[in-house]
């Protein structure tokens, strides 16, 4: 199973990236997929999450309303649409596959893990 995440870089606050999760050697279709992130010092939480059939999404509150994340079946991808970013969304993001079809925060119901793309904003 390998997950590649791919499209962080160095942002403006106020600016946008989107994030991108392509996986392969896994049946995608089945398993809800999430997005975690990891800062300097800090454990890593949780973020977005989407159902097997794109049907539920969930997220942290401190994105609610600024990151849309959504699953490409035929491409096997997953994205994270952030939004008008700000300062504390640096951190190393992370794709990762659940064992379960419906979305949920609980890291451990994932169960294989992407290596990461670093995302700054600046102020």
């Known amino acids: 199973v390998q997950l590649q995440a791919s499209g962080g870089g160095l942002v403006q606050a106020g600016g946008s990236l989107r994030l991108s999760c392509t996986i392969s050697?896994?049946?995608?279709?089945?398993?809800?997929i999430g997005w975690f992130r990891q800062a300097p010092g800090k454990e890593r939480e949780f973020v977005a999450a989407?159902?097997?059939?794109?049907?539920?999404?969930i997220y942290a509150d401190s994105v609610k309303g600024r990151f849309t994340i959504s699953r490409d079946r035929a491409k096997n991808t997953v994205s994270l649409q952030m939004n008008a970013l700000k300062p504390e969304d640096t951190a190393v993001y992370y794709c990762?596959?659940?064992?379960?079809?419906?979305?949920?925060?609980?890291?451990?119901?994932?169960?294989?893990w992407g290596q990461g793309t670093q995302v700054t904003v600046s102020s």
């Open positions: 989407i159902s097997w059939n794109s049907i539920t999404t």
């Open positions: 050697g896994y049946r995608f279709e089945d398993y809800s």
């Open positions: 990762a596959t659940s064992h379960r079809s419906t979305a949920t925060a609980a890291r451990g119901e994932y169960r294989y």
